[in-house]
């Protein structure tokens, strides 16, 4: 009988490589050319070229917008060694991960901090407020974690913080979080159509989508998934369950929410499930 290990989905060493490896699948997001016209329309704001552009991903999980960023500049674009990226999140085994893996560009300014999405000016390197964010991101929806009441509003008083006033811009995504895990994102129990998925760092390994449970409390979806881990003889290693919760938000509440925090909605972008809003802090 193998263990089952409970995980929120980000914080045990097979629960991150599975999320990984699921994210690397080609074409499962596609906002890598969003965050790269973000970087360029951004620093063509920039007014000095004497300080360093900062790009801050917040909830940067194994550091995958980054790496694509890195990756595009280091093929195309001299700024890349103006540029120094941060990739901040709460959990340590994403961020362990996102150091082990390779960089496009190895002398590329990456630093991965530990730390909260609803605390960033305690972040050691924003904390003095000398250093700001000219360009702040929040992929695949993170700002959907923050399911207790007031955490949105808080995370967002923290982008105005932390953003460039003027010159900077936060690209935040939003998902129909709903349509999201109603679509076929993840099997359901007893679904045998689930196709196994190869580790792309642990030699051998296999993940197993074994079951898939949604449910929505308080304006919160709740997404129950099991993953079995398997060995390359096709042992059951253990199973990782998953709990992962998902606020439901909505365009007009993000709106309002920003506004109150005195942030500008300069554009928003709409490609594959997700939208992007673009925020400025006058
Ligand atoms: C959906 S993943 C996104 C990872 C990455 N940005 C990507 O697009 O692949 C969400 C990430 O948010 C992180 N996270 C959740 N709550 C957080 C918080 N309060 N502060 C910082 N990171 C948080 C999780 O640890 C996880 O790595």
Redesign the pocket.
Known sequence: MSETCQTNG??TVHAVDF?HSM?QIPGF?QDAAVYLDGYRKTLQLQTTKKRPFVVL??????G??IRDLVAHLSEHDADLHATKFIG????RP?LDQAAKLPLASPTADVTWIE????NLHEVPAFRDGVLKADLLIV????IS??IEPGQVAQFLREVARVLQPGTGRAYISLRDIPATFQSDMAPAEGDTNSTDLPSLVLPGITYRQIGNDVQVKDGVVYVVSNVQVMSGKGDTLSTESATTAFRILGDDELRTLASSVGLDVMETVKAGEETYYVFQSP
């Open positions: 980000y914080d999320y994210t997001l991903d917040v909830c940067t999980g194994t995958r917008v901040l999140d709460i959990s994403m730390g909260s999405a609803l992929a695949f929806s993170s974690h923050f």
